[in-house]
């Protein structure tokens, strides 16, 4: 039984009353999607599971089909407690913000010191990064890699269309697609 079918189980026990449907994924690294019916009018929580990132959970309107999920939570037992408070408050989830450079590390569970380590300086200056205005996106592109991520850059262009940013003639390598979630 894989976490999103443990999941699935876990849901149906605690909440007897709802209707979960799942989808299984078409390819052994592809989505698995959990469908959770609140009814009376509330949105549904979609969940998504992937191996290699976890839960992701939504409680998409119509426009957000297609999109990356709200919230990420890395087992069963914190998507559980979060599936547990959507129905229980009758709530939505919250759509992500922008994140800080330091709120990625800590999330990630890296101190500053073991993120300057694996870059090669002193944990001072990854302070003094995270502390920034303003900051180099080469300099960027390395912590980001460092820390296990991938960066892209996107531009939305005055007609809606949003159209992937190539800096490599300024030398920074970026990501060739970052998998939608």
Not at 52 to 72: A, H, N, V, Y
Request: charged content about 25%; glycine content about 8%.
């Amino acid at each position: 039984m894989n976490p999103i079918q443990e999941l699935k189980r876990k849901i149906r026990s605690e909440f007897p009353n709802l209707k979960v449907k799942m989808d299984a994924a078409s390819t052994a690294k592809g989505p698995w999607f959990l469908d959770v019916h609140r009814g009376d009018g509330a949105p549904l929580i979609v969940i998504e599971w992937r191996s290699d990132w976890g839960f992701g959970i939504s409680t998409p309107d119509g426009s957000d089909f297609g999109m990356k999920p709200d919230e990420l939570y890395s087992n069963v037992k914190t998507a559980l407690q979060r599936v547990a408070e959507l129905v229980h408050h009758e709530a939505n989830t919250i759509p992500p913000r922008p994140a800080k450079l330091a709120e990625l590390r800590t999330f990630l569970g890296l101190t500053q010191a073991e993120l300057a380590e694996r870059i090669g300086v002193k944990q001072a200056n990854i302070s003094r990064i995270e502390s920034r205005e303003d900051i180099r996106l080469s300099t960027l592109a390395t912590l980001v890699k460092a820390m296990g991520g991938h960066m892209t850059i996107t531009v939305t262009l005055p007609n809606g269309t949003t159209v992937p940013l190539d800096l490599s003639p300024f030398g920074i390598e970026m990501s060739e697609q970052l998998p939608t979630p």
